[in-house]
């Protein structure tokens, strides 16, 4: 599927509901908000939904208050019209699928490897960086040149799942996608302060915590920290963002995959995956039923955090030489 296939999908409907996965990170956000501005720029209705309250760290963004969650959408009624931006499936919106309606048109915007095509329209580019990297291609292709607003919401998609233009997925088009988007008025600086150095002081601790709890395995091939369930329930926990943690597990020498395990529920325990390159995690997570990408993926475990580590261990192992 390509990009003037997408376009017409958007030109042909007027009034859409766009959402992205569950705990969405940087890249869900900028994509949901630049795709936003692309559908009002076009004189159509649009309305952001997830299913939670978006993490408070892209509040600097403008217009962020637009995106709603399931509970400030109160008795809005299902759309016919949705787009989902970086979401491998249909079920990762959460609850925000009850407003997509039974029959709707959905259109997949997305470049996880994983992703299942579930849209009418499918559009899924795993060789690009970010779900922002496509929705700047999208507009060019819509005739729309993004205004400095816009162009911020897609340099944060982009430098989030970059790691600030670091990993392997950082391509000539995707650095000349940034050029542009710098060229419009983003201030790099601006926006890296507004993500890095806006931290809460209980998300700095919880680093500090996560550092803290980092086993090696497998030979020191494999970095494994993690977060008891008792935390993650505390009140301190509400005020944490763990967003770039398991970079620090992987970052250590010789390392060559890590994972950030969190016990969300009692005997279930959500993990994130990061490799440099020799393990597929995108493979690793499918296992349990997760997936992502080739270097970094996620998926849930159904086990107490102890067990999740013993099975995610095993996993590792048969995927190493
Ligand atoms: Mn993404």
New binding site residues.
Partial sequence: MSFSEAAGFIREHGRFLITSHVNP?G??IGAMMGLDWVLRKLGKQSVMVLESPPPEIFGFLAGYSRICSMEGAGDMSPFDIAILV?SPTMERVGRAVELIAPNAAVLNVD?HISNKYFGQVNLVEPTFS??AEMIYKLALELGLTPDRDCAEYLYTGMII?TGRFRFSNTSPATLLTAAALVQAGVRPDKVSEGIYDAKTLETTRALGRFIDSIQIHLGGRAAVGAFEHDFIASEEYRHVETEGFVNHALSIRGVEVAAFLKEVEQGKTRASLRSRGGIDVNRLASVFGGGGHTRAAGCTIMAPLDEARQKLLEQMAKGMD
């Fill in positions: 990170d890249d869900g970086d470049h970010s779900s799942d």
